[in-house]
């Protein structure tokens, strides 16, 4: 419903100053949500970031961090890898992508 809610909200108010749509405050919100040890709505919104904002490296890179912190060291490769490929100077992905690969690592 949440996710319903912010498209409508997006389609009808998008660039007019009502309310912030930016990659950022997604972002943010989903930093909110892990925080409060909600996961799976943390990686729906980080999702839905990706869709709105697929060029950017930050919102690959948040994705994730979030499938990293649920323990899902796969799908946390596949998008810090992601990351990388749209910004290889990415030093927030590169070190994620480091810390998954020594937990993995006997």
């Given at each position: 419903?949440?996710i319903?809610?912010?498209r409508?909200?997006?389609?009808?108010?998008y660039?007019?100053?009502?309310?912030?749509?930016?990659e950022?405050?997604?972002?943010?919100?989903?930093?909110?949500?892990?925080?409060?040890?909600d996961?799976?709505?943390?990686l729906?919104?980080w999702?839905?970031?990706?869709?709105?904002?697929?060029?950017?490296?930050?919102?690959?890179?948040?994705?994730?961090?979030?499938?990293?912190?649920a323990?899902?060291?796969?799908?946390?490769e596949?998008?810090?890898?992601?990351?990388l490929e749209?910004?290889?100077?990415?030093?927030d992905?590169l070190d994620?992508?480091?810390?998954?690969s020594?937990?993995?690592?006997?």
């Amino acid at each position: 419903a949440a996710i319903a809610r912010y498209r409508e909200l997006r389609e009808r108010y998008y660039g007019k100053g009502g309310y912030n749509f930016r990659e950022e405050s997604l972002d943010a919100f989903g930093s909110e949500l892990l925080e409060l040890k909600d996961t799976e709505s943390a990686l729906t919104i980080w999702q839905l970031n990706t869709v709105q904002f697929p060029q950017s490296s930050k919102v690959w890179e948040s994705l994730a961090g979030g499938y990293a912190a649920a323990g899902n060291k796969t799908l946390a490769e596949i998008y810090y890898r992601k990351a990388l490929e749209l910004d290889p100077r990415n030093e927030d992905a590169l070190d994620g992508l480091r810390k998954i690969s020594e937990k993995t690592t006997p």
